[in-house]
Structure formats: structure tokens, C-alpha cells
């Protein structure tokens, strides 16, 4: 395919419009899931020891679900810090694939405007952004369609969160909540099985969560993911020919 040409003037004006309005529509259906998730995200925060608007803020600031529903248990766990912050950079491990599969386009993107669109990137924005990227050659038009895209997905989590906030209070304490951070974690794990490589990531990572669920300091995500991504990558390599495949018969006998 052809690159377009950049749009320029009102016809640029209107064409980045369209983008914008079009990325929104398209990412619509993930962004009603993130809403009922920031929801529960903003009821733990209540029931737990964090600060109500700490824990509220972190949702803007941080913008990563899964990530936020784990520390916030760990702190109510009492974990150190160090585990705390381990666990939410081992959750968070994957944005560095999906940084490397937008750099691409983020590169014809003005250098002013790109730690602030890094900071709109999840999961569901990264692959709706990829998507239209592989028809749309216009970096203009990109931008836009990525704008709209993740504006709409992170206004769902917060309004989600702060709604979740401000509700918590009249949520019966017998309601549980705790099963939201595994319950994401399998979320995450079952849109990025897209080849064998990551579907023995996923099996691996859930396997070893649910056996390690009794692990001290409710560090068993933290194992789970690091020996689900450890094992996808050593399956990668092996598949992509970097490790040595084990001798056949016929040449032991030679």
C-alpha cells in the first residue's frame, strides 16, 4: 500500500476530525468493559487502607488497571515496597512490547506530543491503534485515530473508578471484592494468546499463579507472571531457532 500524502489545512483539519471521531467509535465496545472495572477498582479502594482520592488520582496518573487492583491489595497486605513495585513492573512488562510495535508511528509524531500519548497506552488502545495503522499511512491521521481511541478507553476507567469512589461507602463490607485482581490477570492473559509462544506464557503464568496462591506477602501474581513470561520467551526462542533443538537418533548414531 501507498503512503497517503499528510493531510494539510481545513481538508486536514476535517480528515483528523474524522480520525479522532472514528478511533472513539471503534474502541467503544472494550471501553464499556473498562467502566464496570474501574468500578470495582474504586469500591477496593474504599475498603482498603489507601487514602479514597490517593487511590482515586492513581487512576489518572497511573492508567493501569491491573496493576493498581495488585498494589492496592499487596499494601493491604502489608508487603514491602519492593515487592509492591516489582509486582505492578512485572504487570506492566507487556507495554514495552506494545511501545515497540508503536514506535513506528510514534516517530512521525511531533516530539511534543509523544510522552503524552505513551501515557494513553493499554492494551485495548495499542491493538484498535495497530489495526487501523496496518490502512492508514497519514501519521496525521494515525495520531488522531490513537487519541480518540485511548481518550475514550481512560475517560471509561476513570469515570469507572471515581464513580466506584464515591459509591464504595454504601457497598455492604460482605461484599468481596479480592476477586478482581485474578480475575483481571486472566483478562490480560486471554486476548494476548495469539500463537504458541504465548499460549504456553498464559498457561504457565495461570498455572503457577493458582499454585502459588498461598505464597507469603500475596506475592503469587508477581511468581505467576514472571514465570509465565520467562517460559513464553524461552518458547519463543526455541521456536524462532535461537536455542539449539535436541539431537535425533539418527544423528547420535553418526
Do not use: C
Not at 158 to 163: H, P, Q
Not at 204 to 229: E, Q, S
Request: no cysteine; net charge neutral; proline share 6%.
Amino acid at each position: 500500500m501507498s503512503a497517503s500524502p499528510p493531510a494539510a489545512g481545513r481538508d486536514g483539519d476535517a480528515a483528523s476530525g474524522s480520525a479522532l471521531r472514528a478511533g472513539a467509535r471503534a474502541i467503544l465496545p472494550l471501553a464499556a468493559g473498562a467502566f464496570p472495572f474501574g468500578l470495582v477498582y474504586g469500591v477496593t479502594v474504599v475498603e482498603s487502607s489507601i487514602n479514597d482520592w490517593v487511590g482515586a488520582l492513581a487512576s489518572l496518573f497511573i492508567l493501569a488497571g491491573a496493576a493498581q487492583l495488585a498494589v492496592v491489595d499487596l499494601i493491604d497486605q502489608g508487603a514491602p515496597w519492593f515487592i509492591v513495585v516489582g509486582t505492578a513492573l512485572v504487570i506492566n512488562a507487556r507495554l514495552m512490547m506494545y511501545s515497540g510495535a508503536l514506535a513506528p508511528s510514534f516517530s512521525e509524531y511531533p516530539k511534543r506530543w509523544r510522552i503524552p500519548l505513551a501515557h494513553l497506552m493499554t492494551d485495548q488502545t495499542t491493538v484498535t491503534s495497530l489495526l487501523y495503522n496496518e490502512r492508514e499511512r497519514d501519521p496525521r491521521l494515525r495520531m488522531a485515530y490513537y487519541v480518540g481511541a485511548g481518550g475514550i478507553f481512560a475517560s471509561s476507567w476513570l469515570v469507572g473508578t471515581f464513580l466506584g469512589v464515591v459509591v464504595g461507602a454504601a457497598i455492604p463490607s460482605e461484599f468481596q471484592l479480592g476477586f478482581a485482581v485474578p480475575l483481571m490477570f486472566v483478562a490480560l492473559l486471554v486476548p494476548s494468546v495469539r500463537d504458541r509462544a504465548s499460549l504456553i506464557a498464559a498457561a504457565v503464568g495461570f498455572a503457577v499463579t493458582l499454585l502459588a496462591r498461598d505464597a507469603p506477602l500475596n506475592t503469587g501474581l508477581l511468581i505467576g507472571a514472571a514465570a509465565g513470561i520467562a517460559f513464553g520467551m524461552l518458547a519463543k526462542l526455541r521456536w524462532n531457532g535461537s536455542l539449539p533443538s535436541a539431537p535425533s537418533k539418527e544423528s547420535t548414531h553418526e
